[in-house]
Nanobody, 127 residues
Framework: QVQFVESGGGLVQPGGSLRLSCVAP????????IGWFRQAPGKEREGVSC????????HYADSVKGRFTISRDNAKKTVWLQMNSLKPEDTAVYYC????????????????????WGQGTQVTVST
């Protein structure tokens, strides 16, 4: 089973930016939509964004629309999440995973469709 490796997290002040990376060492991202998720302390894991395999489809949670941008390079086997205008409520561990059932992003996709969860990368937005 492919397991992703997330990186790029850190401590940033409100209004700052971070760029998260997601790679699958020794494997391929081909044919799968890839999603970014996050889990804050004491809260359930929630979907943040999704990018389709090759159709350019993307989806964003309402809370991050206009601030976050997802992209992927299939040749580099990498997916990025550019996070701008960060807020304290964005503080969480961020994870990526692949959708085993879809190659395109739809708002109705369910979390159980995703697999390959890594250890995540911590994002802390604070003064």
């Amino acid at each position: 089973q492919v397991q992703f490796v997330e990186s790029g997290g850190g401590l940033v002040q409100p209004g700052g930016s971070l760029r998260l990376s997601c790679v699958a060492p020794g494997s391929t991202l081909d044919y799968y939509a890839i999603g970014w998720f996050r889990q804050a302390p004491g809260k359930e894991r929630e979907g943040v964004s999704c990018v389709g395999y090759s159709d350019g489809s993307t989806h964003y949670a309402d809370s991050v629309k206009g601030r976050f941008t997802i992209s992927r390079d299939n040749a580099k086997k990498t997916v990025w999440l550019q996070m701008n205008s960060l807020k304290p409520e964005d503080t969480a561990v961020y994870y990526c995973a692949k959708n085993l059932m879809r190659s395109t992003c739809v708002s109705s996709a369910q979390m159980h469709e995703y697999a390959g969860w890594g250890q995540g990368t911590q994002v802390t937005v604070s003064t």
